[in-house]
């Protein structure tokens, strides 16, 4: 199964996108390197809407993502209430 | 009073990029400036496109226009990305507020049926002219030459996709999301008669090629008489018939196009200063795309407004061209 | 009535998808007359997926706060002159090589996707196009007001426009994109939105970046992750735009992975300057090249492939010498520049025996084997005053434009020529990666403006090497130019930090 992977600008925010995804994903690996945060997943990866709000306590568009995003790999579905990365293999 | 500190140690060792400094002399550059000028490649490149091999990949031929620097056509307000973005941010913070309002309020019920039914058949349908002109502006961004007028006909382009998303909300609204007026408003694009001419107009212009005079047909001459026509005289008639809520949707192409015009009428002075040839081309061009622009919208501007509603956008068009500098 | 809830997809199709229509008074085909000459079939453009929903207000107001964000930075950056902040003055020399190499790319990008964004007959994949091709306007634009500031206060960066178009080395990232955007929409797609965005960027500006951050330079960290941000959005056009091919005609299979096979090579050598950048030019290291070609080329390309076999789509051709070559081009490329210092727009150095020491621990099977005996030979030659300047012009390869400097994998002390004709002519190539692809497109590759050949033929100024670094390229010479040691830049540095 390959990783797929996300990379976030490390700042206040990512944190709290990032704990969202530790706690609905985890099995993640999340590595800190100078000004990023690179979060990597087996096969899949998601960030939920309600999860991150919960997490800011504010409201939270999936589209704000893009803010903080440095890079992903892996197909993306993008909805209203989700991100979520897959490989199809 | 202004009192300037120096640390001798920190001096700094030029003001500028060099090429700006042989445009503009030794001085601190703005931001536009070092955004804009002599960005583009100019020479030696490597190969033909595949697509179009009479030409170098940039070349100013791929216009009759002919100027001696490109860089005249500086834009008056200075958009480079940032600032354009930010603009166009606090223009849209408005819109939305507005669209918001409209919603919440339901000021639809405000609204008479003939008058929703007008919307849709005369506002709505502009989203595909709208589109038009996106493919237009974004023609002359890619072969265009020289940053200053390319960067501003990609923020044309763009602002024109912008537009005919709002025009499609505007659809959404009245159909309570269910995207039947759209479906209604591209039927009366498709085939009814007071469409065709502009239609028509639209597909032809898809298909010419010289990129400056695409910018006359679309961005002065089509452009000048639509946003007249429509978010000026039907807008006014709109006001006076209980229509003026409206108005708060069509808010954002009206800003819009008096920040456009302003650079549109600077890019169309500058080439005409340039020379007695370029005049004589841009006045031929003007004069074949009103003649066709004028015949193709008389019969919307006669059922959506009146008779003298034609001569009225004309005549809006003919004093810009004449401050330009054409045909006089 | 309640208006029902539109959700994004739906909400999207309907604002944007939409808008186009079947023509009646005009011909279509000569509205979008470049889509049939590859040789690509598409039977349905209503097929594809919108990689991203984002409309022009949504854009207009998360872009608008990523610039406010940048901005600011770069504000601050300039009045408190955080140029002073970085590690070490040489590290400037990669943020020369970027804004002389790279962010004109970003302007070609520019032009690129706006070529496509408007011949597309789809206008799904039309609008996609068009939005990167703001975003790579953008980045061009914060490259040079980040760099603006370092303009002020070191040497190389003042003539970088000039400079693209002519200097030899830069006629390597050059001559990529050019090649990229003569080529035909669908090629260009495969090569710049899929094999470059989607691969091969993610290695300049994430391990890059992460360095610049390491090593002070805060401009350059901001405009780079803030430009990533954007190509989140780009490579999942990339990936579209491949998935929609392959799935549309089964003959498009064959043609695509030639274009793979093309475009890996290409950008793979197109990042030698890269590794160079990453493995030397970085005084506070964050990762080796190699380390970093494992992560986002092997492992992430990897999965990527694996993705796309079921399109029977195979990973792209000379990837085990790819994988070879990770060990060597590094240190084959700064040893080149080191060489060439006084043909250079930037300054080049020895490492210092602390960061010989490192390449030593990150590359175990070739480093003190093949190059480092190099740099302990050059150190003893500068001890005695002799600091070694290549007197000849190197050949270069007539596809990639690199210097034949590249060995043979398997003979790291072999340099690796191949060569073949044409029309009765002969041309030189630095591996059958690039042979392969000019002979694919002889026609095209023969108009390649090498800048050695140009010198040879009068056609930069001299004959002298200095006047034509000087007149032709616009550099300064002796203050651009030549070893680190001893230069402005330095002086300058020294100056302003107070020691002698």
Redesign the interface.
């Given at each position: 199964m390959?990783?797929?992977?996300i990379?976030l600008?490390d700042n206040d925010e990512s944190r709290y996108i990032v704990e969202a995804i530790e706690e609905d994903n985890p099995e993640v690996t999340v590595i800190h390197?100078?000004?990023?945060i690179r979060i990597e997943n087996e096969g899949r990866l998601t960030v939920n809407r309600e999860t991150v709000e919960e997490k800011m306590g504010r409201d939270w568009d999936v589209?704000?993502l893009?803010?903080?995003?440095?890079?992903?790999?892996?197909?993306?579905e993008?909805?209203?209430d989700s991100l979520s990365l897959h490989?199809?293999? | 009073m202004s009192i300037e500190i120096k640390t001798a140690t920190l001096e700094p060792v030029r003001n500028t990029f060099a090429h700006i400094e042989r445009r503009f002399g030794d001085k601190p550059a703005t931001r536009y400036q070092e955004a804009t000028y002599d960005v583009q490649s100019e020479k030696y490149f490597h190969y033909r496109p595949l697509w179009q091999p009479e030409m170098e990949l940039n070349d100013p031929r791929r216009t009759a226009l002919v100027m001696e620097d490109w860089y005249a056509f500086k834009d008056p307000r200075q958009f480079y990305y940032g600032t354009y973005v930010q603009q166009r941010a606090k223009m849209q913070e408005v819109a939305e507020s507005n669209y918001a309002f409209f919603e919440k309020r339901d000021l639809k019920r405000l609204l008479s049926d003939d008058l929703q039914q007008k919307v849709i058949r005369y506002l709505v349908p502009l989203r595909h002219f709208e589109h038009t002109a996106n493919l237009n502006n974004m023609y002359g961004s890619s072969q265009g030459y020289g940053t200053a007028i390319t960067q501003a006909l990609l923020y044309d382009g763009m602002d024109r996709l912008g537009i005919a998303q709002y025009l499609s909300r505007i659809g959404l609204i009245l159909d309570g999301n269910s995207g039947d007026a759209l479906g209604e408003a591209k039927s009366y694009w498709m085939s009814e008669e007071i469409w065709q001419g502009v239609r028509a107009l639209c597909e032809e212009t898809t298909v010419t090629k010289d990129w400056f005079e695409l910018f006359i047909a679309q961005d002065v001459v089509m452009d000048a008489l639509v946003y007249d026509l429509v978010y000026n005289q039907f807008d006014a008639w709109l006001a006076d018939n209980g229509g003026q809520d409206i108005s708060m949707l069509t808010e954002f192409m009206q800003l819009w196009n008096k920040d456009n015009t302003r650079w549109v009428d600077a890019v169309l002075k500058a080439a005409v200063a340039e020379s007695a040839e370029n005049k004589a081309l841009l006045e031929g061009w003007v004069t074949t795309w009103k003649e066709k622009a004028v015949a193709a919208l008389k019969p919307l501007a006669e059922e959506m407004l009146d008779a003298e509603a034609m001569d009225k956008a004309v005549a809006a068009l003919d004093k810009r061209l004449t401050k330009a500098g054409l045909f006089k | 009535m309640a208006a029902k809830k539109l959700?994004?997809?739906d909400k999207y199709r309907l604002l944007t998808r939409d808008l186009d229509w079947e023509y009646s008074y005009a011909d279509r085909k000569e509205a979008f007359p470049y889509e049939d000459f590859e040789g690509i079939k598409i039977t349905d453009w209503s097929k594809w997926e919108d990689?991203?929903?984002?409309t022009m207000d949504?854009y207009w107001k998360?872009q608008a706060?990523?610039e406010k964000k940048l901005y600011a930075i770069f504000d601050a950056f300039a009045q408190n002159n955080a140029h002073m902040n970085v590690s070490d003055p040489r590290y400037v020399n990669a943020i020369k090589i970027f804004l002389t190499g790279v962010s004109p790319l970003e302007y070609q990008a520019y032009q690129g996707f706006a070529h496509t964004g408007r011949q597309f007959g789809g206008v799904g994949a039309r609008v996609a196009c068009q939005m990167q091709s703001l975003d790579e306007l953008r980045h061009v634009q914060t490259q040079i007001h980040a760099m603006s500031h370092f303009n002020k206060f070191f040497d190389g960066f003042q003539e970088y426009s000039h400079m693209h178009d002519r200097v030899w080395y830069l006629s390597v990232p050059k001559s990529f994109f050019n090649d990229a955007r003569t080529a035909g929409p669908f090629e260009f797609m495969i090569a710049i939105g899929f094999s470059f965005e989607y691969v091969l960027t993610?290695l300049l500006?994430?391990p890059f970046?992460?360095?610049a951050?390491?090593n002070g330079d805060m401009a350059t960290?901001t405009f780079g992750?803030s430009a990533?941000?954007?190509?989140?959005?780009h490579?999942?056009l990339g990936?579209e735009v491949i998935k929609f091919l392959l799935e549309q005609h089964e003959d498009n299979v064959e043609i695509v992975q030639k274009w793979i096979d093309k475009w890996f090579w290409r950008g793979s050598r197109l990042l030698t300057i890269v590794a160079m950048m990453m493995d030397y030019m970085l005084p506070n290291k964050?990762m080796s090249w190699k380390e970093a070609w494992e992560v986002y080329f092997e492992?992430?390309g990897?999965?990527?492939f694996?993705?796309l076999a079921?399109y029977g789509i195979r990973m792209p051709k000379y990837s085990e010498i790819i994988e070879k070559e990770k060990e060597h081009i590094s240190h084959q490329a700064w040893w080149t520049f080191y060489t060439h210092g006084h043909a250079a727009g930037f300054h080049t150095w020895i490492p210092t025996d602390e960061e010989l020491d490192w390449l030593s621990e990150k590359y175990p099977e070739t480093f003190d084997k093949y190059y480092r005996p190099r740099w302990e030979l050059a150190k003893e030659m500068e001890a005695k005053g002799e600091r070694f300047y290549t007197k000849g012009l190197p050949q270069l390869c007539t596809t990639c434009q690199i210097p034949m400097l590249f060995t043979e994998m398997d003979d790291p002390t072999q340099t690796s020529y191949r060569d073949t004709t044409y029309n009765g002519e002969r041309y030189h190539f630095c591996s059958d990666g690039c042979k392969d692809i000019f002979e694919d497109e002889p026609e095209k590759f023969v108009q390649s403006w090498l800048p050695v050949h140009q010198i040879f033929q009068g056609n930069c100024g001299g004959p002298d090497v200095g006047d034509i670094l000087s007149d032709f390229y616009h550099m300064n010479v002796g203050t651009d130019n030549m070893d680190m040691k001893g230069s402005p830049d330095e002086l300058r540095w020294k100056q302003w930090k107070g020691v002698a």
């Open positions: 390959s990783k797929v992977y990379a600008q390197m100078p000004a990023m589209q704000e893009h803010v903080n995003l440095i890079t992903l790999g892996g197909n993306v993008e909805d209203d490989w199809n293999e | - | 959700n994004i997809k990689p991203f929903r984002l949504t998360y706060e990523k993610n500006f994430v970046m992460s360095g951050a390491h960290v992750f990533q941000s954007d190509e989140a959005r490579m999942t990936l964050v492992e992430a990897g999965a990527l694996k993705d079921r």
